[in-house]
């Protein structure tokens, strides 16, 4: 059954692996809405029962005689009919629906943790990687503005004639500290860059894998729901139809 969206096509771009991550917690916020939605129509049905055992209970002193006694007895031989089917449909409810809900959860969990982990894992490599390559930019970009802003003034200095030798000459030491300094955080910029490059073919390869068992795993999902969609209309339809007759 198709997921409406190829996971393995979301690898970059400004939402990236969040968007498949976005739709796996659909999912299961989905089925744990539909275990809800039964649990709950369970209930329902064993409430609407009680509250039949108790109407019966409460006019078990109506006594009547002739015809009119059997009339009474067929309406209370209709409820407890009734009280019966709702009582039996709650119970297959609980037991047919709601417990494979359940069980499936658990199981799915234990193997879609690992999954999802390692997903979350690489891809805050990269992010952890591209964050310090940014760092590392703007490192570099502030040392040679403030290596040009010396070197500007330098020059000034030099052409005006009035700057004493001592603070020239203590202007063109720091400023090549500067040069230096900007020689190694172009380097370690480079190197980041390097680092990334190294990164990115690895990062494709695992994803391209966790991807494919992510959408496995979610196309088997749909399937599963689908399946308890109609095992909880035939349970419930024949219950119906039971009442009926």
């Known amino acids: 059954m198709s997921t409406g969206m190829k996971f393995s096509e979301y690898f970059g771009g400004e939402a990236g692996f969040s968007v498949v991550d976005e739709k796996v917690a659909q999912g299961k916020i989905n089925l744990k809405t539909f275990k809800l939605f039964i649990v709950e129509r369970a ?77 979350l894992k690489v891809n805050q490599e990269l992010r952890d990687l591209e964050a310090h390559l940014r760092k590392l930019k703007e490192k570099y970009v502030q040392t040679c503005r403030e290596a040009e802003r010396l070197d500007a ?23 090549k500290k500067l040069e230096q300094k900007v020689h190694q955080t172009e380097g370690d910029y480079r190197d980041q860059i390097n680092k990334i490059s190294d990164f990115q073919p690895k990062w494709v390869d695992k994803m391209s894998h966790i991807l494919d068992a992510v959408q496995q795993r979610e196309e088997e999902r749909l399937v599963f729901m689908r399946n308890f969609f109609r095992k909880y209309v035939a349970v419930s339809y024949t219950h119906l139809r039971a009442h009926e007759t």
């Open 153 to 175: 003034q330098l020059a000034s200095s030099q052409r005006g004639g009035k700057t004493a030798d001592s603070e020239l000459s203590k202007m063109k030491t720091q400023l």
């Open 43 to 119: 209930n329902i049905e064993e409430t609407y029962s009680q509250a039949l055992s108790r109407l019966l209970k409460n006019t078990a002193k109506l006594v009547e005689y002739g015809t009119t006694r059997d009339a009474w007895h067929g309406i209370r031989t209709e409820i407890e009919h009734s009280i019966s089917v709702h009582h039996n449909l709650s119970s297959k409810l609980k037991n047919e629906v709601t417990a494979p809900i359940k069980k499936y959860k658990e199981e799915t969990k234990k193997s879609s943790k690992p999954v999802m982990t390692d997903a």
